[in-house]
């Protein structure tokens, strides 16, 4: 029974193959024009994400060059600079992470190794020195009657074993934690205390001593306990740790590009209308180059598995598969390769995400910048930075905004408008395209969203699926529109879903639908319009998240 589903999915994957060929590997198109169009979206994505842009990781060459590549054409094409002393650039303050593998720990008489008996967890802020700190065991969180008082644990490296989500509130005056990973999470381990992690530097949150937390393997435990673990009760003191872990902090560049189009109006052009898109991506593959079309075939042979059973898309391309779904995925590589040459690659591209929203908000700016009469209201750009990260970039611009806040009367963020078709996701079409956060803080909003299409005939079907109150994906909370939103500041969130090529080295301009780019481009030109010729602000008729709380979905 298995051979035949091979068979079908080879000559689908074939099929697929052979009709997206239809946009070359390399493409070099000729100059934009003021109207926004599929082929000058396709002129300027071709550059964004090709190679030469090393996957435009924040902190990195590759973030430099792809946001040095937006700040030309937004000079050339005549904004105005709004980001630091005169220029179309803001700092924002990222800085790269590592353990330092000189860092010295003991355990009364016991020299430690980091990376065999430690991981250190702790990732960014001010570590709480272990330095004469004793370790006691609290007891095992599965069972919360038997975990030791807290003022017990005061100034001591905290022990568990079970799950630890919270166990820092339970114990809020420990120096530290430590706790005991399964055997399976060792490798992971290693690689986490090998990377580095590209950080936000904030002087508020930096200055607050935080514990640090230690995953200790079973087989080291009692190293730092003097018994192993078996034989502990809640409340045995273990042995004092001396030393200190430090870890190394270097500076990497990053920068938002902000750009401003002045609006008509002498009174209202001090207002803002505040449009968005991340130019960040993921860098280059650390485990170096992979066959670019042999993976992308895989996932699509995979997500198609998944699709059928859950008419859903899964977490994560080639992910969520039962191991007798995974038993049935084959993928004929010589008949992948008569169709073109092994691609041996590394570079997370981003075409979609977010190429396709930095290069549409280019396509909006040569628009209105060339349009015979402007909004009264001026035009914000911003090209975010780090959103991959932790939405950086964004987060950095609204607590640190080069226009007053409060004169941003709403923002449009764009992330991932490039696909959308019903080869993506299921329900796809020419006119699909998902709304976010589009009422929860302006029903007025929302409704214009809906009006615009509507008057401009774009045509779109609007989901509102993924804007459900506790939806999982939690889009709301995942891109860069949030950070506007917590200030208050009314939000919609456009994009054309996820696809198989969500995250991966097959993300690349060749799959991009340019018609569906320009679409949603003019859809969101026309509300910016709209919007920013209003005679009033858009209405705020819900509760606002405040600056400081947590998203909630």
């Avoid at 003022?151 to 919270?166: A, E, N, Q, S, Y």
Wanted: a negative charge; charged letters at 20%; proline letters at 6%.
């Amino acid at each position: 029974m298995r051979f035949p589903t091979l068979l079908f999915a080879s000559l689908a994957v074939s099929a697929n193959l052979s009709a997206q060929a239809a946009s070359p590997i390399k493409y070099e198109g000729p100059p934009t024009h003021p109207a926004i169009t599929a082929a000058d979206a396709m002129t300027r994505l071709y550059i964004f994400a090709d190679d030469s842009m090393m996957g435009r990781e924040a902190g990195a060459e590759g973030g430099l060059r792809g946001t040095a590549y937006i700040e030309r054409e937004v000079r050339r094409l005549g904004l105005i600079p709004a980001g630091d002393n005169g220029t179309f650039f803001q700092a924002v303050p990222l800085y790269n992470l590592s353990f330092d593998t000189t860092s010295t720990l003991s355990a009364g008489d016991t020299p430690l190794v980091g990376g065999r008996d430690y991981y250190p967890l702790s990732a960014g802020g001010s570590p709480r020195s272990l330095n004469g700190a004793q370790v006691i065991f609290a007891g095992s969180t599965a069972d919360s009657k038997s975990l030791i008082a807290a003022d017990r644990t005061v100034g001591k490296v905290v022990l568990v074993i079970g799950p630890t989500p919270g166990i820092a509130r339970h114990y809020p005056d420990a120096a530290g934690f430590i706790i005991v990973p399964s055997e399976i999470a060792i490798p992971q381990l290693k690689r986490v205390i090998a990377n580095v992690s590209t950080l936000m530097r904030d002087e508020e949150a930096d200055s607050v001593k935080r514990p640090l937390t230690l995953a200790v393997p079973t087989a080291y435990v009692a190293s730092f306990l003097g018994v192993p673990i078996q034989n502990a009760r809640p409340g045995t003191i273990g042995k004092t740790l001396s030393g200190e872990i430090r870890y190394n902090k270097i500076d990497a560049p990053a920068r938002n590009v902000v750009g401003i189009i002045p609006g008509s109006d002498a009174k209202l052009k001090k207002e803002y209308v505040a449009l968005g898109a991340h130019n960040d991506h993921l860098g280059t593959r650390r485990l170096g180059p992979v066959d670019t079309d042999s993976l992308r075939a895989y996932n699509q042979m995979a997500e198609r598995l998944y699709v059928a059973r859950t008419h859903e898309l899964s977490d994560f391309p080639g992910t969520g598969l039962t191991s007798a779904e995974r038993a049935t995925i084959h993928v004929n590589v010589d008949s992948l390769h008569r169709l073109r040459p092994a691609r041996l690659d590394s570079v997370y591209n981003g075409a979609d995400d977010d190429g396709s929203g930095s290069v549409g908000l280019l396509e909006i700016a040569e628009k209105f910048i060339n349009a015979r009469v402007r909004p009264k209201r001026s035009l914000l750009f911003v090209w975010h930075t780090g959103e991959e990260l932790n939405l950086y970039g964004s987060a950095f611009f609204t607590d640190h905004p080069t226009v007053p806040l409060d004169s941003i009367v709403g923002q449009l963020n764009i992330d991932m408008i490039g696909r959308g078709e019903a080869n993506d996701l299921p329900g796809g079409s020419p006119g699909y395209l998902q709304l976010i956060g589009s009422r929860r803080l302006s029903t007025e909003l929302g409704d214009l969203v809906e009006k615009m299409n509507m008057e401009g005939r774009h045509g779109f079907m609007f989901d509102y699926a993924f804007d459900a109150a506790g939806h999982p994906e939690q889009y709301y909370c995942r891109s860069d529109h949030y950070e506007y939103a917590r200030y208050g500041i009314p939000i919609v969130f456009l994009s054309t879903g996820s696809h198989v090529d969500y995250h991966q080295i097959s993300d690349e301009a060749q799959y991009i639908n340019y018609t569906h780019l320009a679409r949603v481009a003019n859809l969101v030109a026309d509300l910016a319009s709209h919007v920013g010729n209003l005679d009033h602000r858009l209405v705020v008729d819900h509760p606002k998240p405040g600056p400081k709380g947590d998203c909630v979905q």
